[in-house]
């Protein structure tokens, strides 16, 4: 690729105030270098998108971009939830390639240049991965990596230490717009496209400012989430747990039958009887909730609604995609 490609820069928000401007500065400083070293078009740019945040997130967004033409906002509708915003933001950029990071400036900017380096290579997706995790806590870091190695061991393909920091080629993005499931699972999802990847690692780094948007119960519903998106395994779990219970119980009724018929061993007592059924209740109520869990995302499936909707949108060429929302407000 001999002419430098314009690169979008898609930023999620939600209430990300504090740390805004570093954000701006250093994408702003990455950009005007790339630039003058012929890596990427002088038409790049960032979009951040604002999904639904409660403080100044998005008059921010408003002020930055009157200031820089490189520096663009989508608005959506609501709060939908980071991979929605993520997806608008992919969705209604322009570029010959997108790239996500998020605002926290966790993830170390200066990747970016060797994304696009691999892209130019001819990579249709480039992902970040975390070589180091030292800035997290030991807690953090042994349940973030335990997620992925869950993941891997129910059948989900994913890439190690990979969050959503990742390049995409105008060709991935069209592949991925196929994918119409409302139960996204982008981590899950990008690696289904099968088109020529590479990986770029990098060091992550403490958070800049703020507060984290992902404290433990929402890791823990995107890990199930993504579980039980991409794998039936929890389902074929229950059928073996029930099979060896029959199996054990079977073996104990039995067992209770030869010693009823033996004189003098009959093991009179409540504790087989009681046991074995709350044995039995409890794993028929575990079964029922994976079950139900499988049946409510089938329900929000074939309903078909939008992922978001775009309330605002300020600066040029951001364009909406057509299933996943509409564009009330152009500025």
């Known amino acids: 690729m001999k002419t430098p490609p314009v690169i979008s820069i898609v930023v999620p928000c939600y209430n990300e105030g504090a740390v805004l401007s570093e954000t701006v500065l250093r994408l702003g400083a990455l950009l005007d270098r790339l630039e003058k ?195 039936v395994t929890p389902l074929r779990f229950i059928t073996g747990i029930g099979t060896i219970i029959s199996c054990v119980s079977f073996a104990l009724g039995a067992w209770a039958l030869i010693m009823a018929l033996l004189p003098g061993h009959t093991v009179p007592g409540w504790a087989s009887t009681v046991i074995p059924i709350y044995v039995l209740g409890g794993v028929q109520l575990i079964g029922i909730g994976v079950v139900g869990e499988y049946v409510g995302k089938t329900y929000f499936e074939v309903k078909r609604r939008p992922r978001y909707f775009v309330s605002e949108v300020v600066g040029d060429g951001l364009v909406a995609h057509g299933r996943a929302g509409d564009v009330d407000n152009q500025r």
């Not at 008059?59 to 997806?87: C, K, T």
């Not at 060797?114 to 180091?132: E, L, T």
């Not at 995790?133 to 190695?149: C, M, P």
């Not at 994918?179 to 990008?190: A, I, K, W």
């Open 37 to 231: 070293a012929c890596v990427v078009s002088p038409d790049s740019h960032v979009i951040f998108v604002d999904d639904g945040s409660r403080d100044r997130t998005w008059p921010l967004i408003l002020d930055y971009a009157s200031r820089d033409v490189r520096m663009r906002g989508l608005r959506l509708s609501r709060n939908r939830g980071h991979q929605n915003a993520v997806l608008a933001g992919m969705f209604s950029a322009s570029g010959d390639a997108v790239v996500t990071i998020d605002a926290d400036l966790q993830d170390d900017v200066e990747a970016i240049e060797k994304m696009v380096n691999a892209y130019r290579d001819g990579k249709d997706v480039v992902y970040g991965v975390r070589s180091s995790r030292s800035s997290d806590t030991f807690f953090k870091r042994w349940t973030a990596e335990s997620y992925y190695r869950v993941l891997a061991l129910f059948g989900v393909e994913i890439i190690f230490n990979h969050a959503d920091y990742r390049l995409m080629s105008r060709r991935a993005l069209a592949a991925l717009s196929e994918f119409s499931e409302v139960n996204l699972f982008l981590r899950g999802v990008v690696p289904q496209i099968g088109f020529e990847s590479g990986v770029v690692e990098y060091a992550r780094a403490e958070r800049f400012a703020g507060e984290s948007k992902y404290p433990l119960k929402k890791m823990l519903a995107l890990a199930w989430q993504g579980v039980t998106s991409f794998s």
